[in-house]
């Protein structure tokens, strides 16, 4: 059976044609060898600003959830990091009825200094189509996504840099994160590892290029400063990138570390020190609980 499998999962991806075109914006690009321009370091070393987020759901009801968010930037000039900092906050988010409709709004309790976002931001429908599974009201720990995300573009926006790195991309998929994404400065960028596009044929196109491309690192315009980049000459990995191209020599000077051959070590670092691990989550819960006057919560966790 395993064997089978493979044999067709093989077919499929060498039935795939080298001359394709790439599936974007409602719209087919030709896949065209003179889209392809050299990308080399240059000697000149640029301050570039690398942000991340993450979070943990450290308490989940039905009607409520108290998140744990952890935003944070690192700062490299070439290879060096020179500076780094992380904004802490719990998001309690809680469920109403308003207006015929299940809303979802939420509060913000920093760790440390101010409120980095608003919170009137992240109210919105049970229903509200960005959010809903199907035809399933959306869970409500889905608003701590969105408050990461509010949370990565207003910390990004505030940086002192020649350039700005983010995690994932610039495309709004939210209710009000054109507000945050409105803040960025030119000098702002995204870089994501993954890819929801495709070709005409169904390839991947990340794929398509790397086979396509010479040797070298190199960038690939799509449309709309849109592009596809690989920034090692030995990766094997190519990745999306939005915004600014101008940083993308820099970034080769970053993108040489083993562990990730051809990923910018500042958004690796950016990620740990950002990301909330299951032990931590667990820390967090537990200390939360423990406490005699939260008891009645557990009531609630039961269900």
Request: hydrophobic share 45%; charged share 20%; proline share 4%.
């Amino acid at each position: 059976m395993l064997a089978t499998l493979g044999n067709h999962i093989r077919e499929y991806l060498r039935s795939f044609p080298i001359e394709d075109k790439i599936v974007f914006n409602s719209s087919a690009i030709v896949c065209s060898p003179s889209s392809f321009t050299p990308l080399v370091a240059p000697a000149e070393l640029k301050i570039i600003a690398f942000v991340d987020g993450g979070h943990a759901d450290v308490l989940v009801a039905g009607n409520f959830c108290l998140s744990f968010i952890r935003v944070a930037a690192v700062l490299f000039q070439g290879g060096v990091k020179i500076k780094h900092m992380q904004h802490e906050f719990y998001l309690f988010v809680k469920a109403r009825y308003d207006e015929n409709e299940i809303i979802y709004k939420s509060m913000i309790f920093p760790v440390q200094g101010e409120k980095l976002i608003e919170e009137k931001d992240l109210m919105i429908s049970s229903t509200d189509s960005l959010i809903k599974i199907g035809m399933q009201r959306a869970p409500i720990s889905v608003v701590s996504g969105m408050a990461r995300r509010f949370a990565e573009l207003q910390l990004a926006a505030s940086l002192n840099a020649n350039y700005i790195l983010l995690d994932g991309t610039l495309e709004p998929t939210l209710k009000n994160e054109e507000k945050y994404l409105a803040l960025l400065p030119l000098s702002a960028s995204a870089l994501a590892k993954t890819c929801s596009l495709f070709t005409s044929s169904g390839n991947n196109p990340m794929v398509l290029l790397n086979k396509l491309a010479g040797e070298g690192c190199w960038k690939y315009y799509l449309e709309n400063k849109t592009y596809f980049v690989k920034l090692h000459e030995k990766a094997q990995h190519v990745f999306r990138f939005e915004g600014n191209p101008d940083v993308l020599p820099y970034l080769v000077h970053n993108s040489r570390d083993a562990l990730f051959l051809g990923y910018p070590y500042g958004l690796v670092l950016a990620d740990q020190l950002a990301r909330v691990s299951n032990e931590e989550k667990k820390s967090l819960r537990m200390n939360f609980l423990l406490r005699k006057e939260n008891k009645e919560i557990m009531d609630y966790l039961k269900l």
